[in-house]
């Protein structure tokens, strides 16, 4: 436990590491105090960073607000595209698709939300499939988008993660965050609190700081090594443990959807952007090799290839402090599940905005530590629940992966959620949960699972009343839907810029 009695202001702050991570956290940290504070980021051009995050869901725009950024300039810079979701092709089983779209499906009542009406409605031979009422699904399909009134329609970004990280670092610089180039290659502690007290370049140069941002990726120089804080390890629940990305040229329009086509031993990602397309294979090293992962991955991509694929090793797990001492872990140092829902810059901004929310100018203190590590680790454990959830519940039988995966055992958290939406249709979310209740339906009922009840609210309808219901919710949908632009005649016409499709 940190001495109250002894706490010193924090004035100088040291980000470890650029790339996504740590100019997120610049642009955060500059946005709110650059102004009172020394802010330092140090980063190598020699060392690359992943860069496979170009997908989000829509709570970055939650950030972008805070730093009153111009969508039309963010996007014209990372050549973003929307997305409204992300398809799930052949998870549930070989050629069986679905889609986890944004936003809500239908109309809930106070007492049982809108799955349990559609239920009766299935049963009763008067209902579509459930995407009929969600109007994010069916523009996906169509691929069209329009900004509407009072934000009526949900979305998210596809972004160049290049570009994103060298935009936040324009928008950085100026509000006070001085960026060193260097290696750094140690770290010095204070002998009496075991905090760290220093950073040391390749150069020889010593930087010192108050408080430090581990942005060093897998590695965590400053969390795992300096401080010591271990890696939970979750292999056992998610088998994936490699991936390889690649960029290919642009053969077609953008669409505003992730594209997730599972295979034998994982998945493979195809991310629309406007100048290219990302793609990339993740899989288990325990059922599929890398060099056939990598020849799958070529022969499943369209267009020309514009830089050579590189194999990512990683390991499913998470830090249980991400904060300890002096030091904040962000992004992949504090741990990694892996990206199937688009997860990993949400993880980044959420310890960026909980930093500024506790941030310790009078000092560090325990209590601000423990409340942020318990809000971390509440908000990873029902992520991890929901990414688990793709995997177990499958009817594949195609491969021993997938087999595996429906026989493991699973967190109790999950199991509970599985069997209480099996049993009655309900879903509940807990306070500050990331996926709300429409993201746990979309998935249970595209994986699989269709509730044997349903709440007697419903029955409460009779049958012309419910297909009336039922039907003005679609028409409605159908109505807006038709009236949409394409996508990419709106992404070029709200933020293109006059440059070639190619990288």
């Known amino acids: 436990m940190r001495d109250p009695n002894n706490r010193q202001p924090v004035r100088r702050v040291v980000i470890c590491g650029g790339g996504t991570a740590g100019w997120m956290a610049a642009a955060g940290i500059s946005k709110v105090l650059g102004k009172l504070l020394d802010i330092k980021l140090i980063e190598s051009d020699e060392i690359g960073t992943v860069g496979v995050g170009e997908a989000t869901i829509p709570t970055l725009m939650n950030f972008h607000n805070l730093l009153e950024l111009n969508e039309q300039e963010f996007m014209a810079e990372t050549q973003a ?244 001492g002096n030091v904040v872990a962000v992004g992949l140092a504090s741990g990694f599940l892996e990206p199937i829902e688009s997860t990993s810059i949400h993880l980044i901004q959420r310890a960026v905005i909980r930093l500024m929310q506790t941030f310790p100018a009078d000092g560090i203190s325990q209590h601000d530590i423990d409340e942020f590590n318990n809000q971390c680790n509440s908000e990873i454990d029902h992520i991890r629940d929901f990414i688990i959830l793709h995997y177990h519940v499958n009817n594949r039988t195609d491969s021993q992966f997938w087999i595996d995966a429906r026989e493991m055992s699973i967190p109790a958290s999950l199991q509970h959620r599985i069997d209480l939406f099996r049993e009655t249709g309900r879903v509940f979310r807990i306070s500050n949960e990331l996926f709300a209740e429409n993201s746990w339906i979309q998935v249970m009922l595209g994986q699989g699972i269709m509730p044997r009840t349903h709440h007697q609210t419903a029955d409460l309808m009779s049958d012309q009343e419910l297909k009336g219901f039922l039907g003005s919710i679609k028409s409605a949908v159908d109505r807006t839907v038709v009236q949409l632009p394409t996508h990419e005649a709106y992404v070029q016409r709200y933020c293109g810029r006059s440059e070639g499709k190619a990288a």
């Open 81 to 324: 595209t929307f997305k409204l979701g992300i398809g799930f092709e052949s998870w549930r089983d070989v050629k069986q698709d679905y889609i986890h779209s944004f936003g809500t499906t239908g109309t809930d009542h106070w007492t049982a939300g809108f799955q349990h009406f559609w239920h009766k409605g299935v049963e009763r031979g008067l209902a579509g499939d459930y995407g009929d009422y969600c109007l994010e699904l069916k523009a996906s399909l169509e691929s069209r988008f329009a900004h509407l009134p009072n934000q009526g329609m949900n979305y998210a970004y596809h972004l160049d993660a290049g570009r994103y990280a060298k935009y936040l670092r324009r928008f950085s610089e100026p509000k006070g965050v001085q960026r060193i180039e260097g290696k750094i290659v140690r770290y010095t502690r204070h002998a009496d609190s075991g905090d760290v007290r220093s950073v040391v370049l390749e150069s020889g140069q010593e930087i010192e700081g108050d408080l430090f941002v581990d942005c060093t990726g897998f590695r965590g120089m400053l969390i795992g090594e300096a401080m010591e804080e271990p890696l939970e390890d979750w292999s056992r629940w998610l088998f994936c443990d490699r991936a390889i990305a690649v960029q290919t040229e642009s053969v077609g329009d953008a669409i505003p959807l992730t594209r997730s086509m599972a295979h034998q031993a994982g998945w493979q990602w195809r991310i629309p952007l406007q100048h290219r397309v990302g793609n990339g294979i993740v899989y288990s090293s325990r059922y599929l090799d890398d060099e056939t992962a990598m020849k799958q991955l070529l022969g499943n991509v369209a267009g020309k290839t514009l830089i050579t694929p590189r194999v990512i090793k990683f390991k499913p797990c998470q830090r249980r402090q991400t904060w300890k």
